[in-house]
């Protein structure tokens, strides 16, 4: 089982990238997906989520600013995040939660670097 997250990157203040999580041995059709970052020295926190049933939740600082969205059939949870600012700057992380509340799964990581 596996969870990959990718695009990340360098990106200017005001940028926008698209984060993708792809699964494999995993339907996540299954599981509820969360977005997680983590910056330098701070706590791990959560960013936004979407429920097996599609409910969505975002963090306030994301709230207007970013899209959560998957697709169970190919197997892949996106957060779109526009307007990057320095503060952003994280390894974000994609976990996959079960019916139970548990962490199953979680992918290593992808950097996002917002500088000029």
């Known amino acids: 089982v596996q969870l990959v997250e990718s695009g990340g990157g360098l990106v200017q203040p005001g940028g926008s990238l698209r984060l993708s999580c792809a699964a494999s041995?995993?339907?996540?059709?299954?599981?509820?997906m969360d977005w997680y970052r983590q910056a330098p020295g701070l706590q791990r926190e959560l960013v936004a989520s979407i429920t097996s049933g599609g409910t969505i939740y975002y963090v306030n600082f994301l709230k207007g600013r970013s899209t959560i969205s998957r697709d169970n059939a190919k197997n892949t949870v996106d957060l779109q995040i526009n307007s990057l600012q320095p503060e952003d700057t994280a390894v974000y992380y994609c976990?996959?939660?079960?019916?139970?509340?548990?962490?199953?799964?979680r992918g290593r990581g992808t950097q996002v670097t917002v500088s000029s």
């Open positions: 976990y996959a939660k079960s019916y139970y509340g548990t962490y199953d799964y």
């Open positions: 041995g995993l339907s996540i059709s299954s599981y509820d």
